[in-house]
């Protein structure tokens, strides 16, 4: 039986003028975490109590939030800006 097997490449496709990343944080204490809530039902609930739990349990300095206008819309660029600017992670989600 022979047939055709479809694989896919998991890794994001390379963006011209993206910037750097870093890929690990030696801890989390004193580092600044951004979260991009993308507007869903319930994602603000999870990024406030992670926020919470991360500050109090590891050390993290800052929570900054910002949210998208609709699931469907990138972040503006602002958001992205600051964020690269002042956070050492950032985290990304949806609810529901």
């Known amino acids: 039986m022979t047939g055709t097997v479809l ?3 998991p890794r994001p496709a390379q963006v011209e ?7 690990a944080l030696s801890g989390l204490a ?6 991009i809530d993308n507007a869903k039902p319930n994602f603000n609930f999870l990024a406030d109590d992670l926020g919470e739990l991360l500050m109090a349990r590891y050390g993290v300095r800052q929570v900054l939030k910002r949210q998208k206008r ?4 990138p972040a503006p660029e602002e958001v992205y800006q ?3 600017e002042h956070c050492d992670l950032v985290i990304t ?3 529901d």
Request: hydrophobic letters at 40%; aromatic letters at 12%; glycine letters at 16%.
């Open 93 to 95: 989600g949806s609810g």
């Open 82 to 84: 600051e964020f690269a």
């Open 17 to 23: 003028n993206a910037l750097p990343v870093s890929h």
């Open 70 to 73: 609709a699931p469907s819309e």
């Open 30 to 35: 004193g580092k600044v975490v951004g979260f």
């Open 7 to 9: 694989l896919f490449d």
